[in-house]
């Protein structure tokens, strides 16, 4: 069994900043990208940031310069530094990540998410 743990959301005002974190445990062999999504409130969930074992980045358009995602692959962890929040960065986060597993077939994994809100 595999788990992702998300941490860090809550509510902030417009120009501030978190630092989500997401941790991966269990049956774990190797990670190879990990990467951060968001879902808004009647919206599709979206591509945030996403990072591979060797640490190349890509980012959504929408938060290039502002949020920076980073790895600490001897932790099995995930950060996403977010800065000069918005409100529309308001919406649930979510942690994937894609995980090779001793003796079963490959996972996608996800957490259940944590609330980031920003208010203006």
């Known amino acids: 069994q595999v788990q992702l743990a998300e941490s860090g959301g809550g509510l902030v005002q417009a120009g501030g900043s978190l630092r989500l974190s997401c941790v991966a445990s269990?049956?774990?062999?190797?990670?190879?990208?990990m990467g951060w999504y968001r879902q808004a409130p009647d919206k599709e969930r979206e591509l945030v940031a996403i990072?591979?074992?060797?640490?190349?980045?890509n980012y959504a358009d929408s938060v290039k310069g502002r949020f920076t995602i980073s790895r600490d692959n001897a932790k099995n962890t995930i950060y996403l530094q977010m800065n000069s929040l918005k409100p529309e960065d308001t919406s649930v986060y979510y942690c994937?990540?894609?995980?090779?597993?001793?003796?079963?077939?490959?996972?996608?994994?996800w957490g259940r998410g944590t609330q980031v809100t920003v208010s203006s």
């Open positions: 269990g049956n774990i062999f190797r990670i190879n990208d």
């Open positions: 990072i591979s074992s060797g640490g190349s980045t």
């Open positions: 994937n990540a894609d995980i090779m597993r001793f003796g079963k077939t490959p996972l996608a994994a």
